[in-house]
């Protein structure tokens, strides 16, 4: 039985009249840059987040990006970011030839220790950058309090989490000063290429941002600040508009996907519970915890990735593909350890719970079109290999 990573092609066929129209939509008006869908997107997220402002862009990368120029990060300053996340999240800070500052995550949520920022901050400290990795919300009570007594900004990385839910009810990205999300095709609102979004609740900020998107021009040619391109594109709008309203109803089809792995790793006798954190007999995979499940949330997580622990992480990982079964790595070198980073201070720390996971994780197929034949044949594929 085939199990994909992911199957894009299913999702489309569920919606691929409505696709097709929004595609053709573009073609027939040649109404290609910002415009009607792009506008129609930017109302439609700010309602469903309860943001101020939403400003679509041209991808998740640079929706960190054009946060970080928003707030006037310059060369020399310091970025606080969690050592264990995807590439962008440091990259933009040193694209602006400012330093990422790493910190270690927590063992149980994959996302920024809170308790191991402040020892990391110094004078030239600008801002935090939290991640919402997988789709769960990092801790942010406690990441606003050390904002607020240091004086820094909070961008809010939440290209995995769109839609999740912290423990009091509200989204992320609107929390902090600015929230980035990314439409990349595997997100769970992807687009047919690149895409991003930047939501803030400061009405300024915002203006600031839908200027700085066109190059810093307003009016046009009129230049008080130095933007960049950072458009979406209409097209791109047009099939996030199709999408949008089916979000919610995927997110509760992977909720469901993770208690059924959740449920039958229990019953396979290969973990106890949830967010254990060692190996044992009884514990042979340490399972994901979704940590405000019981604060009476619709969103509490999102699962943009199941991700287990394992021991033998690379022997499994080969033993899947062999039985077509998808599986990755997110992420298997933490920033501490990438070559480009080498020459940071910041590298030089320990990051035990960061190493254990890029040394242990593995994500599973969760998907919403996966049939329960497909999520039991991969726990099976699983039992056979760590018996
Ligand atoms: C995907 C991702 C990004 C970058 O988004 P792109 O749209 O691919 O540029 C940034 N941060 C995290 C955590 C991501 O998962």
Known sequence: ??????????????????????????????????????????EEISKFLGAKKAIGVSSGT??????????????????????YSFFATAGVVSRLN?????????????????????????????????????GQSADMDPI???????????????????????K?????GTI??????????????GCFGDGGMVVTMDEELGEKLRIMRV???????????????????????????????????????????????????????????EGKLEFDDQNKVLLPKPI??????????????????????DQLMAQLRANEIGCEIYYPVSFHKQECFQNLASSKDSYPNADFAADHSLALPIYPELTTEQIEFVVETIKEFLK
């Not at 929706?63 to 050592?83: C, R, Y």
């Not at 405000?292 to 992480?313: A, F, G, S």
Request: proline share 5%.
């Open 1 to 42: 039985m085939k199990v994909p990573l992911l199957d894009l092609k299913a999702q489309y066929s569920s919606l691929k009249d409505e696709l097709n129209a929004a595609l053709l939509n573009t073609a027939e008006t040649q109404y290609f840059i910002l415009g009607p869908e792009v506008q129609k997107l930017e």
């Open 62 to 83: 640079d929706a960190l990006l054009i946060a970080l120029m928003s707030i006037d990060i310059k060369p020399g300053d310091e970025v606080i970011v969690p050592t």
């Open 98 to 134: 400012a330093t990422p500052v790493f910190v270690d995550i927590d063992p149980v949520t994959f996302n920024i220790d809170p308790a191991k920022i402040e020892e990391k901050i110094t004078d030239k400290t600008k801002a935090i950058i939290p991640v919402h990795l997988y």
């Open 144 to 166: 606003m309090e050390i904002a607020e007594k240091h004086d820094l900004k909070v961008i809010e990385d939440g290209a995995q989490a769109i839609s999740v839910q912290y």
């Open 168 to 172: 009091d009810g509200r989204s992320v």
């Open 176 to 189: 902090g000063n600015i929230g980035c999300y990314s439409f990349f095709p595997s997100k769970n609102l």
């Open 215 to 273: 190059h810093g021009g307003k009016p046009k040619y009129y230049h008080k600040m130095i933007g960049g391109n950072f458009r979406l594109d209409a097209i791109q709008a047009g099939v996030l508009n199709v999408k949008l309203p089916h979000l919610d109803s995927w997110s509760e089809k992977r909720r469901e996907n993770a208690a059924l792995y959740t449920k039958l790793f229990i019953e396979a006798g290969l973990a106890q519970e």
């Open 292 to 313: 405000y499940k019981d604060n009476d949330l619709k969103n509490y997580h999102i699962y943009n990735q199941y991700v287990i622990r394992v021991d033998e992480r």
